[in-house]
């Protein structure tokens, strides 16, 4: 299996950026596709970006596009979530997730079957 540990969140004014980062150990990195998600207090879990086990693909949710960039350095095993232009809306826990299956598409929670603690981002206005 492989653990997950995310970092990097924290609070920004609207407007600012932040990035998240994901450290992975255990099993190989780049035996996973990884994701990033988010959860608002009462709200499901959402997905935001996923990546390829390579780097090659990228896929986003519609919150985050034009905004957001995910990107990987597999030699550091790590995942990272570039956040710009920060809106209130984006407050949420950051959770960052591993599916195993490579090259698909995956958007819903269930399908990721790693996930780390989560850490808070916090937007105000």
């Known amino acids: 299996q492989v653990q997950l540990v995310e970092s990097g969140g924290g609070l920004v004014q609207a407007g600012g950026s932040l990035r998240l980062s994901c450290a992975a150990s255990?099993?190989?990195?780049?035996?996973?596709?990884m994701g990033w998600f988010r959860q608002a207090p009462g709200q499901e879990r959402e997905f935001v970006a996923r990546?390829?086990?390579?780097?090659?693909?990228?896929y986003y949710g519609d919150s985050a596009k034009g905004r957001f960039t995910i990107s990987r350095d597999n030699a550091k095993s790590m995942v990272y979530l570039q956040m710009n232009s920060l809106k209130p809306e984006d407050t949420a826990v950051y959770y960052c997730a591993a599916d195993s299956r490579r090259g698909v598409f995956a958007t819903s929670p269930v399908e990721y079957e790693y996930w780390g603690q989560g850490t808070q981002v916090t937007v105000s206005s």
């Open positions: 990546i390829s086990w390579n780097g090659d693909s990228t």
């Open positions: 255990g099993r190989t990195f780049t035996r996973y596709d």
